[in-house]
């Protein structure tokens, strides 16, 4: 029982965590990108179509990640070529995708997807409670936690990583220095969306094998309270996205169970809750000023 | 390859601000040429649909005018906001919140039936837009709370009550089960203008005045001085001695009100009862309209006409050529990617340097 309910809680933190790692690392390098819907629904669609064309559910994800990362890359042209308002710019984005995957995914909709299997280590898989929670999962699972792992191992142990981080907390300073700012935040803004790619592909192929318009569902933005609520810390993500795929996983059980309360209002909880946990965070305003990237959503125009 | 290089303009450019609207509209109709392309149809076609075809008959224009209303009057609240540098992207659920406010009187208490309704009706919508929006606002100002997100969240709130008290508490009870609430009474319903020739009623009206009212607050009053001011630079605007919390406040009461204004008109106005889906997303397109009118009321009445124009074109050309109803999301999506982008043509001139290109621009390390 508790091994199923963890198995279920992991599927629906899962697509929040890989978005939310990619955000973080965009907004380490001083760039808001409120896109992280868009770009994500953009994945599901690409992924879901791509997987049934060629029946491989890989060449999905594969497909998913680089319109997501394409997806970003038109919103860094924007922002930090043209230096347009990053805000207003990733709300185009958000518009665009949702706009555009639907018109894509008109032809999917009622099609069976294709799952993609789960990887099921040997021996480990079978330690008890926790065996299958943690080694017989889809492979995207363990690539979350890889790159949980990966980023912040890269952002506070390689000097590639304090570059990036320097560029968010003063662009000024860091150009001074010699740092390309603009290349650094171009390959910022290009992983987060590749990470929000991946992170739609995960919700078609995986977490529901199946097209539905707008599956997203505002997941994308809580990835992006999940940034504010981890005060821009990788291990912080992982156990807000837990603590979120909790919630969500604890609704639909309610629901399941038949709680006479009505199944609108179970399901307004995951909004609520990011709504209160913004609050209780951005309560401690000495927490979240010392954590802010300080050049957050702020344009860079060199000066010559 | 090229590298495209800013360079700052002294002043901002009067002949840009002008056209660089228009200029985003051509280039998002040569873009949605090439997209009509790829889908198979006839591009000059599909655009004829769009954007031509709705507007050769009076009870078009109606429709027209109808799919405007709501957008203006939301756009115009939303330019307060951005103006003064708040975000409140969830327009959408104080336009639900209007709604469901404004319709207590007609759908709880229906033998309820003076002239005085439809009045009651329409500053109960405001005060419930309002209320909504207040919420995100108050966030802000006591907690420090991202608005963004908050407001965001709580349009999805909105949309699950209105699908709960719809199907649930406020059901037509002689309504055969359908979800959806008793039809509003006569006295509830928003007069058409002219109901020989179309359907349009009072909310363009309603959406105008809003325009005409608020393009005098912004440009000729102290306090769309203080607007301005709080939201190019907060810290001029302390020193001032206006107050940001009390301006966050302001901006989303009164952009929450108008959306709430706009739901309630819609819902007594073309509707005319409620239902679980009220909007096409007005409060986001809205976001577009705003931006398409610069943050300039006046603006924004003929940039909302235009995305007006986006709707009942999508209509249009999927009864006609067949294409699909969701290509007028994509189509303005598009056009507000190219809003602001022409929009950096005001402040900045942009050079072609033919140098090659330092670093790698684009590296996907995923």
Redesign the interface.
């Known amino acids: 029982m508790l091994e199923s309910v963890l198995i279920t809680i992991a599927t629906a933190a899962t697509p929040l965590l890989i978005a939310a790692i990619g955000e973080l690392v965009v907004e380490r390098s001083g760039v808001l990108n409120?896109g992280v819907e868009?770009m994500m629904v953009m994945g599901a669609v690409t992924g879901f179509g791509v997987a049934i064309t060629t029946g491989s559910p890989w060449l999905g994800v594969f497909a998913a990640?680089l319109v997501g990362?394409a997806f970003a890359?038109?919103f860094g042209f924007?922002t930090l070529?043209?230096?347009?308002?990053q805000?207003?710019?990733g709300?185009?984005?958000t518009?665009?995708?949702?706009?555009?995957s639907?018109?894509i995914g008109?032809a999917f909709i009622g099609l069976p997807g294709v799952k993609m299997a789960p990887l099921v280590i040997p021996v480990l898989s079978d330690l008890p409670v926790v065996g299958r929670f943690l080694f017989a999962q889809a492979p995207l699972f363990y690539i979350s936690i890889l790159l949980v792992i990966g980023v912040s191992y890269f952002l506070f142990n390689t000097r590639a990583g304090l570059t990036l981080r320097s560029v968010g907390d003063n662009h000024d300073s860091a150009h001074a220095l010699g740092i390309?700012v603009?290349?650094v935040r171009?390959?910022a803004v290009?992983?987060g969306g590749?990470?929000a790619g991946?992170a739609g592909g995960y919700l078609s192929l995986v977490y529901t094998p199946q097209w539905i318009?707008n599956m997203t569902?505002?997941r994308g933005?809580i990835a992006?309270?999940l940034v504010?609520f981890a005060s821009w810390r990788p291990w912080r993500v992982l156990a807000g996205a837990y603590l979120f795929g909790a919630v969500s996983i604890g609704q639909l059980h309610a629901q399941v169970i038949g709680v006479s309360v009505?199944s609108?209002?179970l399901?307004?909880l995951p909004?609520?809750a990011?709504?209160a946990v913004?609050?209780l965070i951005?309560?401690n305003?000495r927490l979240?000023m010392v954590n802010t990237p300080a050049c957050l959503g702020r344009p860079f125009?060199p000066a010559r | 390859m090229m590298r495209l290089e800013l360079v700052k303009r002294p002043q901002h450019s009067v002949l840009f601000s002008a056209i660089s609207p228009l200029i985003a509209l051509v280039l998002t109709m040569i873009a949605g040429a090439i997209m009509f392309s790829i889908l198979g149809k006839n591009p000059l076609d599909a655009l004829y649909y769009y954007f031509i075809d709705p507007l050769r008959e009076t009870w078009s224009l109606h429709e027209l005018a109808i799919k405007a209303a709501p957008l203006i009057l939301i756009a115009v609240g939303l330019s307060v906001c951005f103006l003064s540098n708040n975000w409140n992207i969830g327009a959408e659920g104080q336009f639900i919140a209007g709604a469901i406010a404004g319709s207590i009187l007609p759908v709880v208490f229906p033998d309820f039936q003076t002239w005085l309704v439809l009045p009651l009706m329409l500053v109960m919508g405001v005060a419930g837009g309002a209320a909504y929006a207040a919420v995100p606002a108050f966030l802000k100002a006591r907690f420090n709370t991202n608005e963004i997100l908050t407001s965001l969240m709580l349009v999805y709130v909105a949309q699950l009550f209105l699908d709960w008290i719809v199907r649930g508490p406020w059901r037509d009870p002689g309504g055969m089960n359908f979800p959806e609430t008793r039809d509003f009474h006569a006295f509830a319903i928003l007069p058409e203008l002219m109901p020989s020739a179309g359907r349009a009623n009072w909310g363009i009206v309603f959406a105008v005045l809003a325009a005409l009212i608020l393009w005098f607050i912004l440009r000729k009053t102290r306090k769309g001085f203080e607007i301005r001011v709080l939201g190019q630079s907060p810290r001029a605007g302390r020193f001032a001695g206006f107050s940001s919390s009390r301006m966050v406040m302001v901006a989303f009461l009164i952009s929450g009100g108008l959306a709430g204004l706009a739901g309630i008109s819609e819902v007594a106005g073309a509707i005319g009862q409620l239902q679980p889906s009220i909007s096409p997303g007005y409060g986001f397109t809205a976001i577009i309209v705003a931006f398409l009118g610069r943050l300039n009321p006046l603006g924004i009445v003929a940039a909302g006409f235009v995305l007006a124009l986006s709707y009942l074109g999508g209509e249009a050309a999927q009864i006609s050529l067949g294409l699909s109803d969701k290509a007028a999301r994509a189509f303005q999506g598009m056009l507000l990617f190219f809003v602001l982008g022409c929009d950096t043509l005001i402040h900045y001139r942009i050079r072609l340097a033919g140098r090659a290109m330092r670093g790698g621009e684009v590296t996907t390390n995923a």
């Open positions: 409120l868009g990640i990362a890359l038109l924007l070529s043209l230096v347009t308002n805000v207003a710019t709300l185009a984005l518009l665009l995708g949702l706009g555009v639907g018109m008109e390309k603009i290349a171009y390959a290009v992983f590749a990470c991946l318009e569902a505002g933005w992006l309270a504010v009505p609108q209002f399901s307004a909004y609520l990011t709504v913004l609050v951005s309560r305003r979240t125009v």
